[in-house]
């Protein structure tokens, strides 16, 4: 098809060329109530269209009749005058039946072939007359041909078969009957001819397409429009939302089965009273705002949306929600609104006690650490305005976590409760006292002098330091207290935020259970440890990390059995940095792990070059043994450098006992099954709880060097703490070692109190692992150095 006949519009995909055309249509009802409508198109203007035919038609016969055979003419008028009676009297049926709504298809073709009988008895004509008749005839005929085209195209703009079939054989039998010497016989004549049917077929098909497309829409449209009606049936009727109209002065026009209800009156009592009427006495507190941006609407005479307004029922406030769009009638003119409502009372009380959630913690009934930051902005704001401080002081409870995780959180949470409750009493009125999370509390004091701040610190401290009882259990925690004054240690909130973090820090770092007030040196102390921080996070990478290692003899004959790894820094620019300042820093930033693993590496390489006999002790930190990698490393480290297992030893500290996890036991049976050895670190300094020798398999006890360096002294109690270590190592079938050994008459005491093996700068300091390697190779230690 060509592009002149290409449709304006596509309204539905249903609607394709050839349903057009009146095939492929179906049993669809739509196209049913097409064919109908294409059909009384076609019959509404058979009285006029068979009157004229019926002239032409007369005369056309009478001034052919000298020209023509009297029996064709005849024949060829009763045809037509068949046609004619024949649609007239459906004409009067349809007339005196009413317009059917649907046409079948086969009522559809069997009309078309009708209207195709025209065509063919017009072709008959103009193919018998036209050869026969004078050039005058000719193009009477040629002319008649031409309306009898034109008069079809109209008649059956609405049926493309129609049309097209008419126009197509009535112009094709035309220019086909004029005779070949004629004045007519030209192609001018045959141009003008098949223009003219383009024409008209084009017309034809786009009037059909346009008829098809606005009855698709108006079905589209009736469906929605029903469609809107049963929802807005259903939504007045069962909706928990309601219509509502009101006139140009705002009185109800409309009131809903559901807008009654939810006003608890009568519709009738509704209707014509002003909608504002019904507001409560919030709209003069609370309402206020919503109240005035309803009757700004309304007097713009513009759209509003979800407006909440108080509204006065049966003695209760309530609120609802109001939405609505201007009402223009017929003339154009506004007449009021239109739009919906809904009770949205309990989604506000529901809000409001969110909002009471969102601002005060629910296990405590302390403030959150929203509203207290609220608070302390507040209060700093109002020191420096009136040139007083103001105190901010953070509060941690000490040994909370271990409680949580052995008592359980039931049990925690009754100490936290009870913690909230001597801290209020601790601080005392005009104070403000908040739970910022897990353990953490804060109080902000405003106008709060120095000597106030510190009094409240101590108070706090000693208040949260008594035992608590739990469901009949003592418990003792205690507490860290850090605190600053604002403006002077921070003149915004998150500065004095961090000044208090930095001094509750500082408390922490130094022991616990104390009060520290923020001083200008932690803040200092602070960004030195994050410098070196980033440093030591660089350090492994740029071969800055090294490992000494420092002998291990044997009290007996004091030859060399083993080193101790150590770990050691130096600064591209600091220098040395002892492992006392960078270790916690490694622990606490989890740097330790990879630091560990090439501890690890480097020892055992190191270790695979000494004799075998020699071992190597290597220190694991409490954070290391939660690496999960930390198994393989080590059985890599050892397969790699074709070590005995057994000559590995790991030395751990008591602290790692702390908490009792189940995992670190499975960790360290892991780890003792692949054969590696353990030894104990400074026994005695910490936890000494003698549960866990056992549950750890110790091969070794190390003797703290606090007891060595007084184990020669008069009143020999440090003599007897080793005895007893000694003692009890045996017992478990573990050796000992003394650390820190530095005199001959320390060696000579330890050695004489049963220590197997000995430690210390007597028998050599920490040395580089070339002069480790060099010094096994003798055999009495006391002889190098003597040879030295």
């Known amino acids: 098809m060509s592009a002149m006949f290409r449709p304006p519009i596509a309204v539905s995909s249903a609607i394709g060329w050839r349903q057009v055309f009146g095939f492929d249509q179906g049993d669809d009802p739509f196209f049913a109530r097409v064919r109908a409508a294409q059909l009384q198109a076609l019959n509404r203007y058979v009285p006029f269209n068979v009157t004229l035919m019926t002239i032409n038609i007369a005369a056309m016969i009478w001034s052919m009749r000298g020209a023509a055979e009297f029996d064709f003419l005849l024949g060829w008028g009763a045809v037509m005058g068949g046609l004619a009676l024949l649609w007239t009297l459906r004409f009067r049926g349809v007339a005196r039946r009413g317009d059917a709504i649907e046409a079948s298809r086969e009522m559809f073709w069997s009309v078309s072939a009708e209207v195709g009988a025209f065509g063919v008895c017009w072709a008959a004509l103009v193919q018998h007359m036209l050869p026969l008749a004078g050039l005058d005839a000719q193009a009477l005929l040629v002319l008649l041909s031409l309306t009898a085209m034109g008069a079809c195209g109209f008649a059956a703009a609405v ?32 141009l003008a001819f098949l223009t003219f049917a383009l024409l008209i077929v084009r017309g034809v098909i786009v009037t059909s397409f346009a008829m098809m497309a606005r009855m698709r829409t108006q079905t589209d449209l ?35 089965p559901r807008l009654a209800d939810v006003a608890k009156r009568p519709r009738e009592a509704l209707i014509g009273q002003p909608l504002l009427a019904l507001l409560g006495d919030e709209r003069h507190r609370e309402g206020r705002a919503s109240v005035k941006a309803l009757t700004n609407s309304f ?78 902005d507040d209060a700093l704001a109002r020191a420096m305005r009136t040139q007083k401080s103001c105190a901010l002081l953070f509060i941690d409870l000490d040994r909370f976590k271990a409680v949580n995780d052995t008592m359980g959180h039931s049990v925690g949470d009754k100490l936290l409760r009870e913690a909230a409750g001597r801290l209020r009493d601790a ?26 701040a510190e009094a409240v610190a101590r108070s706090i401290v000693d208040a949260l330091a008594r035992p608590f009882e739990i469901d009949g259990q003592p418990v003792g925690i205690g507490a860290s207290v850090g605190y600053a004054l604002g403006p002077a240690d921070g003149a915004s909130v998150d500065r004095l935020l961090k000044s208090a973090d930095l001094a509750l820090y ?8 104390a009060a520290c007030r923020y001083v200008p040196e932690i803040r200092e102390r602070a960004e030195e440890r994050r410098a070196l921080e980033a440093d030591l996070a660089q350090a492994l990478d740029r071969g800055e990390l090294a490992l000494a290692f420092q002998p291990v003899v044997e009290a007996a004959d004091e030859h060399i059995v083993g080193f101790e790894a150590l770990l050691r820094w130096t600064h591209p620019v600091i220098g040395i940095i002892p492992p006392t300042k960078f270790i916690p820093v490694a622990e606490d930033t989890g740097l330790i792990i990879p630091i560990g693993h090439w501890v690890i590496r480097t020892a055992c390489a190191w270790a695979a070059r000494w004799p075998s006999d020699i071992r190597i002790a290597v220190n694991l930190s409490p954070a290391q043994i939660d690496d999960p990698a930390l198994i393989a490393v080590v059985e890599q480290a050892l397969a790699d450098n074709g070590i005995d297992p057994g000559r590995l030893e790991l030395e751990i500290t008591e602290s790692l006992f702390l908490n009792e996890k189940a995992a670190t036991i499975e960790k360290l049976a892991a780890l003792k099954a692949i054969g590696v050895r353990f030894a104990l670190d400074d026994f005695g300094t910490g936890y000494s709880s003698l549960g866990y020798l056992h549950k750890a398999a110790f091969s070794r006890i190390k003797i703290d060097r606090s007891f060595v ?80």
């Not at 049926?159 to 004629?182: E, F, K, Q, R, Y």
């Not at 601080?427 to 106030?452: I, Q």
């Not at 320390?746 to 010094?775: H, K, N, S, W």
């Open 709 to 788: 360096s007084r184990a020669t002294q008069a009143n020999g109690e440090a003599s007897a703490i080793i005895a007893a270590i000694v003692n009890l190592a045996h017992s478990l079938d573990m050796a000992t070692t003394a650390e820190g050994t530095e005199t001959r008459a320390e060696f000579e005491t330890i050695r004489a109190l049963g220590c197997e093996q000995v430690q210390g700068y007597l028998f050599g300091r920490p040395m580089p692992p070339e002069d480790a390697t060099a010094l096994v190779a003798g055999v009495r230690v006391r002889e190098r150095l003597a040879a030295e």
């Open 506 to 513: 500082e408390v922490k770092s130094s022991g616990r259970g």
């Open 222 to 256: 009736t469906e929605r429009t029903e469609v809107v009606r049963l929802l807005l049936n259903e939504f007045e009727s069962n909706g928990s939302d309601w219509l509502i109209e009101v006139d140009t002065e705002g009185r109800l026009t409309h009131v809903s």
């Open 159 to 190: 049926m493309p078969v129609c049309g097209i079939a008419l126009v197509t054989v009535i112009g094709t039998a035309t220019v086909a009957a004029i005779p070949a010497g004629s004045m007519l016989a030209s192609p001018m004549v045959a």
């Open 427 to 452: 601080v005392g009125g005009g104070a403000t006292v908040a739970r910022l999370g897990g353990d953490e509390f804060a109080v902000m004091l405003p106008e709060a002098l120095p000597r106030r």
């Open 299 to 376: 007097l713009a005479r513009r759209a509003f949306r979800d407006i909440t307004i108080p509204v006065a029922v049966a003695g209760e406030t309530r609120w609802w929600a109001l939405s609505g769009t201007p009402k223009i009638d017929g003339g154009g003119m506004f007449s009021g609104f239109r739009g919906v409502g809904r009770d949205v009372t309990e989604v506000r009380r529901s809000h409001e006690r969110i909002a009471q959630l969102a601002r005060f913690d629910p296990l405590t009934g302390l403030a959150n650490r929203a509203l207290f930051r609220e608070a302390l």
